[in-house]
């Protein structure tokens, strides 16, 4: 069964880190990209950060640039992202996903296979 199952979420103060884990099901992501988003309560699901199958080419999104990284270790069939600083506005629930293809797509669209999402929530 192919599936992606995120942990490593939780509560943490302003200014914190977090990382977060996704692994996938056995080759689940060969050849293909992950991202990361996120979704407030009331707001559309938005991109945080895109790892291409190599690892070599990432994508962030304005708001996680030089504060999240996202990498990927393929023996392990996991990606992570490691998010540092967060502050209040960071709380969402953080979805990892797999691109259609092995091109860093932005958009929720491009995206064929969901995890259930891990909770991450920032204290001020």
């Known amino acids: 069964q192919l599936q992606l199952v995120e942990s490593g979420g939780g509560l943490v103060q302003s200014g914190g880190s977090l990382r977060l884990s996704c692994e996938a099901s056995g080759d689940t992501l060969e050849y293909h990209s992950v991202g990361w988003f996120r979704q407030a309560p009331g707001q559309e699901r938005e991109f945080v950060a895109g790892?291409?199958?190599?690892?070599?080419?990432?994508h962030y999104a304005d708001s996680a640039k030089g504060r999240f990284t996202i990498s990927r270790d393929n023996a392990k069939f996991t990606v992570y992202l490691q998010m540092n600083s967060l502050k209040p506005e960071d709380t969402a629930v953080y979805y990892c996903?797999?691109?259609?293809?092995?091109?860093?797509?932005?958009?929720?669209?491009?995206?064929?296979?969901w995890g259930q999402g891990t909770q991450v929530t920032v204290s001020s």
């Open positions: 790892v291409s199958w190599s690892g070599g080419s990432t």
């Open positions: 996903a797999r691109a259609r293809y092995n091109d860093v797509y932005d958009v929720p669209g491009e995206y064929d296979l």
